[in-house]
């Protein structure tokens, strides 16, 4: 049986443990990490699945600011190997989604594979752009709102409030 719940301080460390398995270590040195360097998650949106109290997926979120204006970004999500092909992700993804639209967040992004973040309704974004090195193609978004992307472009930086 799965629990889902908010990720709360002590499990900090466990879901750090769970990206370096997924991702590497290195992984804080992509240009994402900058925008997340001292700046809080979201809390209410950084959420952990567990099989038999043991980790087995996270996801969490970010704020930041597209051309003067807050969006989410969302990253890392992550599956233990062990339980990859089970759908975990996309019910972290979705879950999360819809308590996003639930707190009144208008557009979310992330820097991800089209290819599997198109079902969730993600589409490339046209003149927003990561800090670099980010290829542009992977630089999707989703409007939480409808045209909550529109005439929304530029740099993505820390929010001004961190």
Known sequence: MYQLEEETEADWWEVEALYDLCFSPSRTGLSSYRLRDGVSTVAALCLTLRADGLLVAAIRYWPVEVGGEDALLLGPVAVHPTHQGEGLGGLLINESLTEARRLGWERVMLVGDAPYYRRFGFRKLE???????TNPDRVLGLPLKAGAWDRV???V???TGA
């Open 153 to 155: 472009q530029g740099l």
């Open 157 to 159: 930086t820390k929010t």
């Open 127 to 133: 003149g927003v752009i990561m800090p670099p090195p």
